[in-house]
T-cell receptor, first 115, second 113 residues
Framework: DTGVSQNPRHKITKRGQNVTFRCDPI?????LYWYRQTLGQGPEFLTY????????KSRLLSDRFSAERPKGSFSTLEIQRTEQGDSAMYLC?????????????FGPGTRLLVL | KQEVTQIPAALSVPEGENLVLNCSFT??????LQWFRQDPGKGLTSLLL?????REQTSGRLNASLDKSSGRSTLYIAASQPGDSATYLCAVRDAGGSYIPTFGRGTSLIVHP
């Protein structure tokens, strides 16, 4: 399977715990995005990387959230001291920018439930 | 700040009908617009991407049009099938240099046999 993969697919945790999600993009894609989606809403942008550089972060990304893409390949999103409001689907997408054209390809998401 | 609205929020139709889903955006200075499909509990699948210089794109039974001046895009689905049941989302990327797409809340479509 050469699509975007995310692990784990589901995570249940207790409030206050730390969680880490992983995203493996399509291999030649240079951009990687993280989004959060709650029920009945469209995805909300969190952050994105161009290769290993984190170029933009949303105001939604509080100090408890951190993302890395150390070698310009896979990425991790960590949430520290989780809160119930963090419960959502976390989506990763990758893309390859060519000739000013860019199509994002999404992974299946990681569904987080904070108890 | 770009705002994207999708109407209707939900739609239930019998199989075989032709459908029009609407997406409107407040800032017409866009780079491109992309339509996605999302099945329950799953990620998004790209359907069509329209660059700002284009008026429409077609893929199979799907046709998406773009009217930047009026801030609108429509997704036309011909001869709908039960397998088309999903949520359809549009995302707009602004022309101002930010690569951040703004998504609408989606139209939830049910096509019943």
């Amino acid at each position: 399977d050469t699509g975007v993969s995310q692990n784990p697919r589901h995570k249940i945790t207790k409030r206050g715990q730390n969680v880490t999600f992983r995203c493996d993009p399509i291999s030649e894609h240079n951009r990687l995005y993280w989004y959060r989606q709650t029920l009945g809403q469209g995805p909300e942008f969190l952050t994105y990387f161009q290769n290993e550089a984190q170029l933009e972060k949303s105001r939604l990304l509080s100090d408890r959230f951190s993302a890395e893409r150390p070698k310009g390949s896979f990425s991790t999103l960590e949430i520290q001291r989780t809160e119930q409001g963090d419960s959502a689907m976390y989506l990763c997408a990758s893309s390859l920018v060519q000739w000013r054209s860019e199509t994002q390809y999404f992974g299946p998401g990681t569904r987080l439930l904070v108890l | 700040k770009q705002e994207v609205t999708q109407i209707p929020a939900a739609l239930s139709v019998p199989e075989g009908e032709n459908l029009v889903l609407n997406c409107s955006f407040t800032d017409s200075a866009i780079y491109n617009l992309q339509w996605f499909r999302q099945d329950p509990g799953k990620g998004l699948t790209s359907l069509l991407l329209i660059q700002s210089s284009q008026r429409e794109q077609t893929s199979g039974r799907l046709n998406a049009s773009l009217d930047k001046s009026s801030g609108r895009s429509t997704l036309y689905i011909a001869a709908s099938q039960p397998g088309d049941s999903a949520t359809y989302l549009c995302a707009v990327r602004d022309a101002g240099g930010s690569y951040i797409p703004t998504f609408g809340r989606g139209t939830s479509l049910i096509v019943h046999p």
